[in-house]
């Protein structure tokens, strides 16, 4: 006998954020969601992630940065917050969900996501059920590090964190403390206080993160003109 779609157990909504609004200086100004890589960038990137997400794509990008139909594009305003902003800016464009609704967040520089995310959203989903905050890939170089760029975050945490007010150091501003609740939308929450320059691991550290082992090659950001080449190579 089919199965119904009443008689399957609620799914979480996957949603993804990709962070494509940097100034790429380290590539002479580049617009990195425009790199070629045996394809454009943000293409390979939101291809990796359509198989994933049963909810919304959110690009945060400058208007001249084109996006594929079907997905949504914001920028943090006024532009060139840093990531933290761009991530807040993205949840805005997000349709009411459940605190417990699952949320990639991915920088466009991360042109080995697809094998990420094979085993970085089931690990994110299993942290939920146990009751985590969500997974990130743990990796790089020189030593392993958490990737807070390359992770899947609950959305109830999410809001949450971006909600805090600010520790203190440098760059940060104190804004007021008022965490969306249980099922609320990131819309009637209106937008998360002083996140322009605040730091995403002095943001994020105190969150419950499975971490999902990766190589250096596979998380490798593209940042520099090295990093392009490696790339063109592999996926070219």
Same mark, same amino acid.
Request: some cysteine; charged content about 20%; aromatic content about 2%.
């Given at each position: 006998?089919?199965?119904?779609?009443?008689?399957?157990?609620?799914?979480?909504?996957?949603?993804?954020?990709?962070?494509?609004?940097?100034?790429?200086?380290?590539?002479?100004?580049?617009?990195?969601?425009?790199?070629?890589?045996?394809?454009?960038? *943000?293409?390979?990137?939101?291809?990796?992630?359509?198989?994933?997400?049963?909810?919304?794509?959110?690009?945060?990008?400058?208007?001249?940065?084109?996006?594929?139909?079907?997905?949504?594009?914001?920028?943090?305003?006024?532009?060139?917050?840093?990531?933290?902003?761009?991530?807040?800016?993205?949840?805005?464009?997000?349709?009411?969900?459940?605190?417990?609704?699952?949320?990639?967040?991915?920088?466009?520089?991360?042109?080995?996501?697809?094998?990420?995310?094979?085993?970085?959203?089931?690990?994110?989903?299993?942290?939920?059920?146990?009751?985590?905050?969500?997974? *990130?890939?743990?990796?790089?170089?020189?030593?392993?590090?958490?990737?807070?760029?390359?992770?899947?975050?609950?959305?109830?945490?999410?809001?949450?964190?971006?909600?805090?007010?600010?520790?203190?150091?440098?760059?940060?501003?104190?804004?007021?403390?008022?965490?969306?609740?249980?099922?609320?939308?990131?819309?009637?929450?209106?937008?998360?206080?002083?996140?322009?320059?605040?730091?995403?691991?002095?943001?994020?550290?105190?969150?419950?993160?499975?971490?999902?082992?990766?190589?250096?090659?596979?998380?490798?950001?593209?940042?520099?003109?090295?990093?392009?080449?490696?790339?063109?190579?592999?996926?070219?």
């Amino acid at each position: 006998m089919a199965e119904n779609a009443q008689d399957r157990p609620q799914q979480r909504r996957i949603d993804a954020v990709v962070l494509a609004g940097g100034q790429g200086s380290r590539l002479g100004g580049v617009s990195k969601a425009d790199l070629d890589v045996g394809g454009r960038l *943000l293409d390979r990137v939101i291809d990796a992630l359509r198989p994933h997400v049963t909810g919304t794509i959110v690009v945060v990008a400058p208007q001249d940065v084109a996006v594929p139909a079907g997905v949504k594009r914001t920028m943090e305003e006024p532009p060139g917050g840093g990531p933290l902003a761009g991530i807040g800016a993205g949840l805005g464009e997000l349709e009411p969900g459940a605190a417990g609704d699952l949320v990639i967040v991915c920088g466009v520089d991360t042109p080995g996501l697809a094998g990420l995310l094979a085993r970085l959203v089931p690990a994110a989903l299993a942290s939920l059920e146990a009751g985590g905050d969500g997974a *990130l890939i743990h990796g790089g170089e020189p030593e392993p590090f958490d990737q807070y760029l390359q992770a899947a975050y609950g959305l109830g945490a999410l809001r949450e964190a971006l909600s805090a007010p600010a520790l203190a150091g440098p760059g940060a501003r104190p804004g007021p403390a008022g965490p969306a609740g249980p099922g609320q939308s990131s819309r009637a929450a209106g937008p998360p206080p002083a996140l322009h320059g605040r730091g995403v691991r002095r943001t994020f550290r105190h969150l419950r993160m499975e971490r999902v082992r990766a190589s250096q090659e596979e998380c490798l950001d593209l940042d520099t003109p090295a990093d392009l080449t490696y790339w063109r190579q592999r996926l070219g």
